[in-house]
């Protein structure tokens, strides 16, 4: 059974992802108004679109644009962020009191109360590879509903057919 | 004050090369070498400069090296974020 750092390492699926410029600053643009539209509809502060690379996750997008903590860094070690689980267990995954949870309460972003409540879904590419994720957090605790994954889920198959338009190499 | 805050270690060249054997194998030290000589360094530089320079130079890549790449500078910059954030508390206390 491989390790959580080999499935984050898989040589192909960092290739899978590769193929398309996830760095485009159009494409910030277009993933910034779909996380704008699931904050809204989550009620949630914050959203984000994280592409998980092997021992670190990029941010590609928040509803905030360049205003927020994780955009200022451009990511967070892999150690330090929550959407990694979401590929490792190629699944939702979702917490709603961060500061109880034995695997991130002492997570910096946690312990400085920054967030407390988290969802992400898994962001599912055309080859089968997960990209990465789109998430909703936010400072105070949140229980999530079938719905809300859901709800989640339409926008991250939105999200996969945004980015398949930035291919690296267009046909 | 700890150099490593929330007992996270700066990344150096050994965590690149570690990034660089985990994809590419056994052909990754070709795949090193060519980095090395690329970013003009000897791979025993410990100075955080030589690690961005390898972590932009692997960026500069139009495959799955590029994403470790970046993976590399997120954790350099948090590093310098976190030691920053932990001396502004030291010093408020």
Known sequence: MPTDLEILADLDRLTAMAAYNLFDSDLAVELQQICQ???????????????????ATATLATNAGEADFLSAIGGAPNEFAF????????????????????????????????IRSYAGVPLVLPSGHILGSHCVMASTTQTFTDADITDLSESAAQIVKTICRYSASPA | MTNDPYHMRRPDLPEAKAAVERLYGQTS???????????????????PEAVERLARTMMADDSALALC??????????????????AAVTKAR
């Open chain 1, 37 to 55: 539209q699931s904050a809204e509809r989550l009620n949630m502060p914050m959203s984000a679109v994280q592409a998980v690379l092997d021992t």
């Open chain 1, 83 to 114: 959407c990694p689980r979401v590929v490792i267990d190629a699944a939702p995954y979702t917490r709603a009191d961060l500061t109880k949870d034995a695997e991130h309460d002492h997570n910096p972003a946690v312990t400085a109360g920054l």
């Open chain 2, 69 to 86: 790449g970046r993976s590399l500078l997120i954790r350099l910059k948090t590093h310098e974020y976190l030691l920053a954030a932990a």
């Open chain 2, 29 to 47: 030290r070709t795949v090193w070498q060519g980095l090395l000589a690329k970013a003009v360094l000897t791979g025993h530089e410990t100075a």
